[in-house]
């Protein structure tokens, strides 16, 4: 069940966004005219000002915006949401203080309002508090019906700026358990274990996608990487060619992109490079150095003792 504050933001979204996503900027203007001359006639009409301030918010004019909202404020101290759509709007402002001062009004008040923890929570790591701020975002994520994947990437990203990669990653596998392996959640982790050299873990992160993702030309290259970075030539080649079928198993018109002619480009150049590695893996399969010759003497030997045997 929806809370009662959500359902007064999504009225006000409701008449906008649709607006919004059909009609461009000029269109917005023309609205945000339209509706000047509405409040001229109106000047008492709080929500006249709280629609005219979305649509400045819309278009990032967020002081417009602002004043918008404080206009409404002061017409009807009491109209829902005012000092949650100012703080959002001080947060793009980065008054970062004044909106956490707003938001914990209102939260002492609204104690279930997701969107206003999600916001507080971006005022919080803007000011560097990041311990506030990643327990916000926990509130949020737990707090909305469907959380969206940024929300648990903002929060990851937060403990990783502040050089707390562990937690991050502890939070990325929240993340995969509440939403499954998308590919930013898995990207992210990666990418912060390669940066430490934790090639495995890295590799176990890709394996968690779907094997349709998984087995794309930008995975299996990404996964021949990291196989190289362990010294794994082999594996690493594997990977390769498969990433380049991949290519070639694409619409003509997909193959032609730039990324994925650069792409193929860097995967034979990849290929090229591992020659060495792949010669030196192959050689290892077999006896070298003094010990090495002994033993194939000795099996050498050995077979011709058999054939004697048979020959008998």
Same mark, same amino acid.
């Given at each position: 069940?929806?809370?009662?504050? !959500?359902?007064?933001?999504?009225?006000?979204?409701?008449?906008?966004?649709?607006?919004?996503?059909?009609?461009?900027?000029?269109?917005?203007?023309?609205?945000?005219?339209?509706?000047?001359?509405?409040?001229? @006639? !109106?000047?008492? /009409?709080?929500? =006249?000002?709280?629609?005219?301030?979305?649509?400045?918010? *819309?278009?990032?004019?967020?002081? !417009?915006?602002?004043?918008?909202?404080?206009?409404?404020?002061?017409?009807?101290?009491?109209?829902?949401?005012?000092?949650?759509?100012?703080?959002?709007?001080?947060?793009?402002?980065?008054?970062?203080?004044?909106?956490?001062? *707003?938001? /914990?009004?209102?939260?002492? @008040?609204?104690?279930?309002?997701?969107?206003?923890?999600?916001?507080?929570?971006?005022?919080?790591?803007? %000011?560097?508090?990041?311990?506030?701020?990643? /327990?916000?975002?926990?509130?949020?994520?737990?707090?909305?019906?469907?959380?969206?994947? &940024?929300?648990?990437?903002?929060?990851?990203?937060?403990?990783?700026?502040?050089?707390?990669?562990?937690?991050?990653?502890?939070?990325?596998?929240?993340?995969?358990?509440?939403?499954?392996?998308?590919?930013?959640?898995?990207? +992210?982790?990666?990418?912060?274990?390669?940066?430490?050299?934790?090639?495995?873990?890295?590799? &176990?992160?890709?394996? +968690?996608?779907?094997?349709?993702? &998984?087995?794309?030309?930008?995975?299996?290259?990404?996964?021949?990487?990291?196989?190289? @970075? +362990?010294? @794994?030539?082999?594996?690493?080649?594997?990977?390769?060619?498969?990433? %380049?079928?991949?290519? /070639?198993?694409?619409?003509?018109?997909? !193959?032609?992109?730039?990324?994925?002619?650069? +792409?193929?480009?860097?995967?034979?150049? &990849? %290929?090229?490079?591992?020659?060495?590695?792949?010669?030196?893996?192959?050689?290892?399969?077999?006896?070298?150095?003094?010990?090495?010759?002994?033993?194939? =003497?000795?099996?050498?030997?050995? %077979?011709?003792?058999?054939?004697?045997?048979?020959?008998?």
């Amino acid at each position: 069940m929806r809370k009662r504050w !959500q359902i007064g933001v999504t009225v006000v979204i409701a008449v906008l966004v649709p607006t919004s996503i059909a009609l461009g900027h000029g269109d917005v203007h023309e609205r945000i005219a339209a509706l000047t001359e509405e409040i001229e @006639q !109106q000047p008492g /009409d709080a929500a =006249l000002y709280v629609r005219r301030g979305s649509l400045y918010a *819309l278009d990032e004019s967020w002081a !417009q915006a602002l004043l918008d909202y404080e206009s409404a404020g002061r017409v009807e101290p009491s109209a829902p949401n005012i000092d949650f759509l100012k703080a959002k709007v001080l947060v793009e402002l980065e008054e970062n203080e004044r909106a956490v001062a *707003l938001l /914990d009004s209102v939260l002492s @008040q609204e104690p279930e309002h997701a969107d206003g923890y999600l916001i507080r929570a971006r005022a919080h790591v803007a %000011l560097g508090h990041i311990d506030e701020g990643t /327990d916000d975002y926990t509130r949020a994520i737990a707090l909305f019906e469907r959380p969206a994947p &940024r929300y648990y990437l903002e929060r990851a990203r937060a403990l990783i700026d502040a050089g707390r990669v562990d937690e991050a990653l502890a939070a990325l596998r929240e993340a995969v358990a509440d939403l499954g392996p998308l590919p930013s959640l898995v990207e +992210l982790a990666v990418e912060e274990e390669e940066k430490r050299g934790h090639y495995e873990e890295a590799l &176990r992160w890709a394996d +968690l996608l779907s094997p349709t993702l &998984r087995h794309s030309p930008r995975w299996r290259a990404i996964a021949g990487n990291l196989a190289h @970075q +362990l010294g @794994q030539a082999s594996r690493a080649e594997d990977e390769y060619r498969k990433a %380049l079928a991949a290519i /070639d198993a694409l619409p003509p018109a997909r !193959q032609g992109t730039e990324a994925m002619t650069a +792409l193929r480009t860097e995967l034979t150049s &990849r %290929l090229e490079t591992l020659a060495p590695s792949l010669s030196t893996e192959a050689a290892s399969a077999y006896p070298t150095g003094l010990v090495g010759q002994g033993l194939a =003497l000795a099996i050498l030997v050995a %077979l011709g003792i058999l054939v004697v045997r048979v020959r008998k």
